[in-house]
């Protein structure tokens, strides 16, 4: 389903839409990590413009309910566009932690429909580290991770999951995990998972 994307500007006389069918944002600060836009050249340019300068948007959701969000000083973007075949713009504003494996400020993860988080999880960041980790490992491990603040879900049209760990994190964690055999190898190395 496409929402309609609205950007304002009073003082400088400027009223333009769009439309996004994928899109996610903080919703512990309403920041946009995340859009897919369509539309006119002139509307979709000046939308991710404001976005990128920090200002505010709003999306038009399902049964008229609207959100304002918001790019992030804090956030590095970057954008893809391509025209499509109708003369229309189609482009992508995307934080940076979606591809920069080792950012500082954490990993954003897209949650592929019908699949399980800790597959990706295990798939998009914990297959990248220099720790020896198996992949059926990854639900207990993704447990401690939610239940410790290193991940939390991000609100919007697509799923998505921050994730903030280091491998000293990740360590220590399946550390803690084989001393207290929630997870385990057995002696000849084959996988042996037992999620307590």
């Not at 954490?106 to 597959?119: A, C, F, K, M, Y």
């Not at 490992?137 to 410790?148: D, F, N």
């Not at 939390?152 to 001393?179: L, P, W």
């Amino acid at each position: 389903m496409l929402h309609q994307v609205l950007f304002e500007d009073y003082c400088r006389g400027i009223k333009v839409s769009a439309y996004s069918d994928f899109y996610a944002y903080d919703p512990e600060d309403d920041s946009l990590l995340f859009i897919s836009l369509a539309g006119t050249e002139q509307a979709v340019r000046a939308i991710s413009s404001a976005i990128i300068g920090y200002h505010t948007v709003s999306i038009r959701r399902e049964g008229n309910t609207v959100i304002r969000v918001h790019g992030s000083p804090a956030a590095h973007t970057r954008t893809w566009s391509t025209k499509l075949p109708s003369g229309a713009l189609h482009q992508i504003v995307a934080d940076t932690r979606f591809s920069d494996a080792n950012h500082t400020r954490g990993r954003l993860v897209v949650w592929p429909q019908n699949e399980d988080i800790s597959t990706a999880i295990y798939s998009q960041v914990l297959a990248c580290l220099a720790s020896p980790l198996l992949p059926d490992w990854a639900p207990w491990i993704c447990g401690q991770l939610k239940k410790s603040g290193f991940m939390r879900e991000m609100a919007g049209t697509m799923r998505v999951v921050e994730v903030r760990i280091d491998e000293a994190t990740v360590d220590e964690i399946v550390s803690e995990g084989v001393r207290r055999r929630h997870i385990s190898l057995d002696g000849k190395g084959a996988r042996h998972v037992g999620v307590h």
